[in-house]
């Protein structure tokens, strides 16, 4: 059978140009006979191709048959004496071609290309032939490289270190003595008290810090050492031991000082029975210190025993720190009835000045419900900085340190932060008594 007609690709799509047959010589030209035309396009987006009938009458194959036509690239399409490469689905005679595959190239970039596109050239200058306005150079720092969150925290731990020595929160005219008082156990008052001390001392106030629970947390948390046979507070209550001879400078904080207790102070309360005026032991310790002292923070015992009534007696206010949890609230009003006990009877001038709110989850219901309930039962009393959950100021005793030199940009040390300043606030606004 002999088989005159042609083979074109129905399925290429947007290709132009001049169908090339199998008669088509190496020069180019088509035989003579047949002419080729393009038709309009395809419903279906194809382009179709439409011929006069050649000699013989055959038509152009089914489109079941895969013609493809290799793309020239953009080289060899300046050179005109390159012959053009096709590629059929069947093997020419007339033209020896290879089957490949349709790859469309992408042309080389021109310099006025390389100008328009900034991926190609990062510094291209503003106002260039064919350059974008709106071009941005890889150099200037984007949102992601510019991070706030870090920028913040770098900034919050600057101020709560304070490293120029400058005094910025304010001293009061007179020595404030507070109490960390609450029978409840694991509450935070020795982390209050720790973190307490550690911000005012750091911003200007001398402050001293009496441990006064037999475990000895306050100690551990200003890396104070106290191991047996160390002096410490209860040698004052028991044997009369001046206060100055206990106190040690905490090491980093030179506007700090520590009593440290060991476990000899868990005795204490056994033979405080048979002293007289066992009650006063404490103030009467404070009091003979020759030096002065903005702050004096007492670290209570998780009871209302000998020791606890001591500090009660020595302070003239007391801090209570609250856990946004039920139970904290549950043994409050025994607190508060054991503190009017002693105003009645032993100090007069003794009030309960500050209530803070600790361990405080903002994603439980409970947290919120305690400190609606505190505010609207202490009103202004309850500060209006609350000291969140946080894992740094649990990890910053294992290191012998406060959470305020421990990681100054965290949340806890923040939150401290907030509540030191506002307490130091209050002082200077309220007329606190000098200890006498």
């Known amino acids: 059978m002999h088989d005159d007609g042609r083979y074109d690709d129905p399925r290429v799509i947007g290709l132009t140009g001049d169908l090339v047959s199998r008669e088509t010589d190496d020069s180019g030209g088509a035989a003579p006979g047949l002419s080729v035309s393009p038709s309009p396009r395809l419903p279906d987006g194809e382009s179709a191709w439409r011929s006069s009938p050649a000699p013989g009458g055959i038509r152009p194959p089914s489109p079941e048959v895969p013609l493809t036509r290799n793309v020239q690239d953009s080289s060899r399409a300046s050179d005109p004496q390159a012959p053009e490469r ?61 991070d706030p969150p870090l920028a913040m925290e770098a900034m919050r731990a600057v101020q709560i270190l304070n490293p120029s020595g400058e005094v910025t929160m304010p001293r009061p005219d007179r020595t404030r003595v507070m109490c960390v008082a609450n029978q409840k156990g694991g509450v935070g008052k020795t982390t209050t008290t720790v973190n307490l001390a550690v911000a005012l001392a750091l911003h200007g106030n001398r402050v001293l810090v009496v441990d006064l629970d037999p475990q000895g947390n306050a100690s551990t948390g200003l890396n104070v050492p106290h191991h047996t046979g160390i002096p410490d507070v209860y040698d004052c209550l028991i044997n009369s031991l001046p206060l100055e001879e206990v106190a040690q400078v905490v090491e980093g904080i030179p506007s700090l000082w520590c009593v440290p207790a060991t476990i000899d102070l868990a005795g204490a309360e056994i033979e405080l029975v048979s002293v007289v005026a066992r009650e006063s032991r404490l103030a009467r310790a404070i009091t003979g210190y020759p030096g002065h002292f903005d702050y004096v923070l007492i670290d209570c015992p998780p009871s209302l025993g000998l020791l606890t009534v001591n500090a009660l007696v020595a302070a003239e206010e007391v801090l209570i720190p609250i ?54 039962h202490f009103g202004n009393k309850v500060l209006q900085a609350v000291i969140p959950r946080n894992v740094r100021v649990s990890e910053a005793p294992s290191y012998g340190q406060s959470v305020m030199t421990y990681d100054p940009g965290s949340r806890g040390a923040t939150s401290y932060f907030e509540a030191a300043q506002e307490i130091a606030e209050r002082g200077v606004k309220a007329q606190v008594s000098r200890n006498a």
Request: hydrophobic residues 35%.
């Open 323 to 376: 856990q946004c949890e039920y139970y904290a609230l549950e043994g409050l009003n025994q607190l508060i009835n054991n503190i009017n006990l002693v105003r009645q009877h032993l100090n007069p001038r003794l009030e309960v000045s500050t209530i803070l709110l600790t361990m405080y989850d903002r994603r439980t219901r409970l947290a919120d419900a305690v400190e609606q309930d505190v505010r609207n």
């Open 86 to 146: 096709v590629a059929l689905g069947r093997e020419s005679a007339a033209v020896p071609a290879r089957a490949e595959v349709a790859v469309p190239q992408q042309s080389t970039p021109g310099p006025g290309r390389l100008a328009a596109d900034p991926t190609l050239v990062p510094d291209a200058p503003s106002g260039q032939d064919g350059a974008d306005d709106t071009y941005v150079s890889r150099e200037t720092p984007t949102r992601e490289e510019d």
